[in-house]
Nanobody, 118 residues
Framework: QVQLVESGGGLVQAGGSLRLSCAAS????????MGWYRQAPGKERELVAT???????NVADSVKGRFTISGDNAKNMVYLQMNNLKPEDTAVYYC????????????WGKGTQVTVSS
């Protein structure tokens, strides 16, 4: 059974930092792509950042320059370093994993709350 488990969320003041971690298990060969999405109250889930097995990243413009995604293929881990946090970053952050073959499947964690106070 594939599982994605996030950790590292919490409450932080504006301008502060947090580091999210996500561990994937139950997938032979690891994920082809992992990443982070977030959903604020009353809003749709949106992309934050993704990273491929080869290390290519895609980062949303709204967090570019403040958030950094990294991964450890050997450990099936993905991280999100969040600096200079803003109140508008407040959301539930979800870890995602994608396997391309034999059939493309997306997996999701249960989410971790990030709250940034002004």
């Amino acid at each position: 059974q594939v599982q994605l488990v996030e950790s590292g969320g919490g409450l932080v003041q504006a301008g502060g930092s947090l580091r999210l971690s996500c561990a994937a298990s139950g997938i032979i060969g690891g994920m082809d792509r992992m990443g982070w999405y977030r959903q604020a109250p009353g809003k749709e889930r949106e992309l934050v950042a993704t990273i491929t097995r080869g290390g290519s990243t895609n980062v949303a413009d709204s967090v570019k320059g403040r958030f950094t995604i990294s991964g450890d293929n050997a450990k099936n881990m993905v991280y999100l370093q969040m600096n200079n946090l803003k109140p508008e970053d407040t959301a539930v952050y979800y870890c995602s994993g994608r396997v391309e073959l034999p059939t493309a499947i997306n997996y999701w964690g249960k989410g971790t709350q990030v709250t940034v106070s002004s």
